[in-house]
């Protein structure tokens, strides 16, 4: 397989990388008739996300014939830390790399990467791989009842919101609106808690089909990496998912190239109750017989701590100023 990027490919090519480092810690390489795809997992299987790139994607783009018929286009794992540092400053690869050529020969073990920078410096990587059988994740997207478009700006202002350590999200969908919040599993400490959540109307969506109300809660970190991409390239993202313990998929498609995220999602009893605020219920007062005629100045102070600690002192001192006039009046003086 050989291949050859110019110009804004390379910068694309560099953030999809980016992306699919934030799913897993290998990279599948896979080039086949229909393209370049990059694909990726992470260790749970929780998460899984493949960029494909045309033919058309590249200058050129050439597979190896006599591999093709043999036993077909080779599939190389890599590991994600020896590639991403080849892309890792996509600006000074924009500013300084004029063409990028990869390719795999038949029978070597080594993805060869050459960057052709201005001033005739050519910088030549080789990473070594493991000839692996091609990743792929089935889900028939087609299939979801629920299904939302819209650009990837209008998402991306969305998850901004949400602290960089949020984990999980919940996405509510109904037909009057569609809200993403945060989830807290397993924290009972609501006054600790900072709740965020924000809602659109259907019109704010490209393309709303809502066949059935649905709550699912799923890993944000996986999403963010391809909602830069899209946002980068001006996108859509699509969004089809059903029932919570299904997978939810966000993919982008364009001309040159698709890209699809799909994640996993909490089962229905387990995303229930922690990804919003639960309101404390109004305290129920049970009507009993009174201990004595008239209140005593003990139990109103008690009620009053409980109620409004910071006039307790105050209260303290009407207490015993009421105890002090009922004493005087039985003929026994309090000193303090």
């Known amino acids: 397989m050989n291949c050859v990027l110019e110009g804004n490919s390379i910068k694309a090519f560099g953030k999809a990388i980016h992306a699919l480092s934030r799913v897993g810690d290998e990279l599948w390489l896979d080039p086949t008739i229909k393209g370049l795809a990059l694909r990726s997992v992470n260790s749970a299987h929780s998460a899984y996300a ?12 050439n597979l190896d014939s006599v591999r093709e018929q043999d036993s077909g286009p080779i599939k190389c794992k890599l590991v994600m830390k020896s590639v991403l540092p080849l892309f890792r400053c996509s600006t000074s690869i924009e500013h300084s790399v004029k063409r ?9 073990d080594q993805v060869i990467v050459q960057f052709f920078c201005r001033h005739g410096i050519t910088k030549t990587y080789n990473v070594r791989f493991l000839e692996s059988e091609a990743l792929q994740a089935v889900f028939a997207s087609h299939l979801c009842p629920n299904v939302l478009k819209s650009p990837a700006r209008l998402l991306g202002d969305m998850v ?8 999980e999200v919940t996405l509510s969908m109904s037909a009057p609106k569609v809200s993403l919040r945060n989830y807290n599993e397993g924290r009972n400490d609501h006054m600790k808690m900072m709740h ?3 809602s659109l109307h259907p019109d704010e969506f490209d393309y709303f089909q809502a066949g059935m109300d649905s709550d699912i809660t799923f890993c944000l970190k996986e999403l963010r990496g391809l909602l830069c991409f899209a946002e980068s390239h001006c996108l859509p993202v699509s969004v089809h998912f059903g029932t919570p313990g299904k997978p939810v998929c966000f993919s ?3 001309m040159v190239l698709e890209a699809t995220v799909v994640l996993a999602t909490l089962a229905d009893f ?3 109750g922690p990804s919003q605020p639960t309101e404390t219920p ?3 007062t049970h009507r009993s017989a009174p201990c004595c005629s008239r209140p005593c100045p003990q139990n109103l102070v008690m009620t009053m701590m409980m109620v409004l600690p910071d006039y307790l002192y105050w209260h303290i001192s009407v207490m015993r100023k009421t105890i002090r006039e009922a004493r005087h009046s039985e003929g026994i003086t309090v000193t303090n």
């Open 270 to 272: 387990e995303s229930r």
């Open 160 to 167: 901004m919101h949400f602290h960089a350590s949020q984990e």
């Open 252 to 254: 982008v498609e364009d």
């Open 282 to 284: 109004a305290p129920t």
């Open 100 to 108: 990028c050529q990869i390719s795999v020969s038949t029978g070597s």
């Open 50 to 61: 493949c960029f494909l790139f045309s033919p058309l994607f590249f200058q050129q783009y």
């Open 196 to 198: 965020t959540e924000m």
